[in-house]
């Protein structure tokens, strides 16, 4: 079946930038998301990228997909201590929405 | 407005108890979800409905009942459950359940199963 995957923990320092790193199998893919869950929370969708485009920002968001490649990373700008959390890449192409494992994000102050 | 609103945010249960979750959206979505988070896990996809009807069952136990009285609401019903069921139980909603429609969570209901 399809499959998302995710490095599972990322550590930077209040200040720097963080980029969360994703791979996925479905060639026939066509959104691209990520999410943030906090502790205690639901899945909050941050932003999403169609497969025909290739960059999307957001703020201090920004999402890069290389469609060869099936890679998708977010880079988060000016990581902030708020922004710690897990981050799950999904992906929806003829199959319902399939995730990642998630992403660990700690930030250090 | 993208807000998916779920009641009660935590729950505890015995096994004999019948209890029920419940989610509501007023942002016209016509599909609407339930997924299953267990600690340190992705969600996994429970129930889809779409106007109403139940389009998947990803071969869940009977002992949860979906039911979707309107295209606003819907419900979790859960009867005789185990200790294992305890879980963060999130509902979702979409424009229609097709691809590239952006699917939006609610806050979750906190399960637990004594």
């Known amino acids: 079946g399809e499959d998302v995957e995710q490095s599972l923990f990322l550590s930077v320092r209040e200040g720097d930038s963080s980029v969360i790193n994703c791979t996925y199998t479905?060639?026939?893919?066509?959104?691209l998301y990520w999410y943030k869950q906090e502790p205690g929370a639901g899945l909050q969708l941050l932003t999403y990228i169609f497969s025909n485009m290739d960059m999307k920002q957001d703020q201090r968001l920004t999402v890069l997909l290389n469609k060869k490649d099936k890679h998708l990373s977010l880079r988060i700008a000016d990581t902030q201590t708020g922004d710690s959390a897990i981050y799950f890449c999904?992906?929806?192409?003829?199959?319902?929405?399939?995730f990642g494992k998630g992403t660990r994000l700690s930030v250090i102050a | 407005d993208t807000e998916v609103t779920q009641t009660p945010k935590h729950l505890v249960m015995g096994m004999t108890n019948k209890k029920s979750l419940k989610c509501e959206q007023h942002?016209?979505?016509?599909?609407m979800y339930w997924y299953k988070q267990k600690a340190k896990k992705p969600p996994e996809l429970m129930f889809v409905?779409?106007?109403?009807?139940?389009?998947i069952n990803e071969s869940v136990p009977s002992r949860f009942s979906p039911e979707c009285p309107n295209s606003s609401l819907l419900n979790l019903h859960l009867h005789a459950l185990q200790p294992e069921d305890s879980a963060l139980y999130l509902c979702a909603s979409s424009q229609v359940h097709l691809s590239g429609n952006t699917i939006y969570f609610g806050e979750g209901s906190w399960l637990t199963v004594v």
């Open positions: 409905y779409s106007y109403e009807k139940l389009s």
């Open positions: 942002m016209g979505h016509r599909a």
């Open positions: 999904a992906e929806t192409g003829n199959t319902p929405l399939v």
């Open positions: 479905d060639s026939s893919s066509t959104y």
